[in-house]
């Protein structure tokens, strides 16, 4: 299986939710206003703003709409043409002044208001809004055509390595000793304990009521609250700019609702994510659909745990945790600079593995670490260690094949700015990995010398019974 397997059913997905969009869109009454905003889009004179988005986006009306940088554009035609207020003139000029100050006022607070409540950043609220709609229709498709069967064992699987993760830090010899490290030990383990795991299309997904309640939320909004400017484009987009941030914001405490709304923004942009902030484990359906993990020699998509594995150690291993990383101190070492070394026998280009990467290294090294122990209790020493029929390749060596394949088409040369991103080459991040697992070379029968041995003595171990004290 090759890497691009993950970019075709990340394609699949995108593209299902673009031929959904239109019937998604058709009854919204927001669309239909969008709809109308794009005709009564002001002819603007050039400027700073309107150069910029000319530049980015040619002929393409819906870019101008939806383009952040025109809310500055748009507010030149507001000052010419708008309707600012609704006031007339009384028999006091003081009152008639009052009144007008008072009702611009209350425009000019509803557009700080706009810019306030982003919650997506450069994400315009027009598309999240159609990814919105655009999920209605995927679930109440996937409902009508049953296709969830693939997604249920993630969050079980998730609690075995989390209870895995836990066993190993208890076992860790260095958090062994006085009431401090003791300490430190409990607390760590409540840290990994504790994370969250979701998942698009989970349950919080299929419970459809959920996302047409916010739904329902963002249309009454959008209608109620809409300050009238004089200029339809603007009020309309600065209308949803309101109507998406507050509907969203009222709901950020809740943890579920949150993680669910960040997974229909991110429209299955990523394989997975860890917020160290929320403490919580995201898996994206690319890389949990059957096509990116098949196999005929495992019934275990162990691409896909490892993926988990890794996002769960991201809580042990996060650029946000410094004060944990530097207790790690020559165990951590160790591992940042057998990466480093493995520049040297691995690399294809530049290479900046060591400690620049070791937030990244360390949950791949922990994660297949884990996968393995888990292949040990589901498949007993004889079946690991007989062949796979027609080939001369035992399970256990097939394991390795399998979690490394994940990367084989890329191995591409890295330029030196390649080699400044906080993880490794792809070859780096299996072979510096497999060749400090003395699992690898059991598997394989290495001998002293070869480039992928190691044994447990020369290995690296930041928990478990062999981390050094």
Same mark, same amino acid.
């Given at each position: 299986?090759?890497?691009?397997? &993950? ?6 997905? %995108? ?36 150069? %910029? ?32 207020? $609704? ?15 008072? &009702? ?73 000793? &006085? ?15 504790? !994370? ?20 329902? &939320? ?11 400017? @004089?200029?339809?484009?603007? +009020? ?8 998406? @941030? ?19 923004? +991110? ?29 005929? !020699? ?23 945790? @410094? ?23 691995? $690399? ?75 993880? $490794? ?15 690898? $070379? ?28």
């Amino acid at each position: 299986r090759k890497r691009s397997e &993950d970019d075709r059913t990340q394609s699949i997905y %995108k593209e299902a939710t673009l031929r959904l969009r239109p019937n998604a869109l058709r009854n919204s009454p927001i669309a239909y206003d969008l709809n109308k905003a794009k005709e009564h889009m002001p002819k603007l004179e050039d400027n700073k703003y309107t150069s %910029k988005a000319r530049e980015r986006c040619k002929d393409d009306v819906e870019c101008y709409v939806t383009d952040q940088m025109l809310y500055a554009a748009l507010a030149q035609e507001f000052r010419v043409n708008a309707t600012l207020t $609704s006031i007339e003139s009384t028999e006091s000029l003081e009152a008639t002044i009052n009144a007008y100050t008072t &009702d611009t006022s209350a425009i000019i607070d509803d557009l700080i208001r706009a810019f306030d409540v982003t919650v997506f950043g450069k994400m315009d609220d027009v598309e999240i809004f159609n990814r919105l709609q655009s999920r209605i229709q995927m679930i109440e498709f996937m409902k009508t055509n049953c296709t969830y069967g693939d997604f249920h064992e993630i969050k079980d699987i998730a609690e075995v390595m989390k209870t895995k993760m836990v066993e190993n830090i208890e076992a860790s010899t260095w958090l062994h000793g &006085d009431e401090i490290s003791n300490f430190i030990r409990e607390k760590i383990k409540e840290r990994v304990a504790s !994370i969250q795991i979701y998942h698009d299309f989970d349950e919080y997904d299929k419970n459809l009521t959920i996302i047409l309640e916010l739904n329902r &939320d963002i249309n009454q909004l959008f209608f109620s609250n809409q300050r009238k400017t @004089g200029v339809f484009a603007l +009020d309309t987009l600065v209308g949803l700019q309101l109507a998406m @941030g507050e509907t969203l914001l009222k709901n950020e405490n809740s943890t579920e609702i949150s993680n669910m709304i960040v997974r229909i923004v +991110d429209n299955f942009e990523y394989n997975a994510k860890f917020d160290p902030a929320r403490k919580t484990a995201t898996m994206y359906a690319p890389f949990m659909s059957r096509e990116a993990y098949q196999t005929d !020699i495992f019934k275990e998509p162990f691409i896909t745990y490892h993926t988990l594995g890794h996002e769960l150690y991201h809580s042990l291993f996060a650029p946000e945790n @410094g004060i944990l990383l530097s207790l790690y101190s020559h165990r951590g070492e160790c591992v940042a600079n057998h990466y480093q070394r493995s520049c040297s026998k691995f $690399s294809i280009g530049a290479c900046g593995s060591g400690n620049q990467t070791i937030t990244e290294d360390g949950p791949d090294l922990e994660s297949f670490r884990l996968q393995h122990n888990i292949l040990q209790e589901t498949y007993n020493d004889e079946e690991l260690n007989a062949n796979i029929d027609g080939l001369d390749t035992t399970l256990e060596q097939a394991f390795f094949y399998y979690i490394a394949n994940g990367w084989c088409d890329r191995d591409a040369i890295m330029s030196e700015e390649d080699a400044k991103d906080v993880h $490794s080459a792809f070859n780096i991040r299996i072979n510096a990995a497999l060749s400090l697992m003395p699992e690898f $070379s059991n598997a394989f029968q290495c001998k002293e010398g070869d480039e992928m041995f190691v044994d447990t003595e020369g290995s690296c171990f930041v928990f478990g019974p062999n981390s050094r004290a």
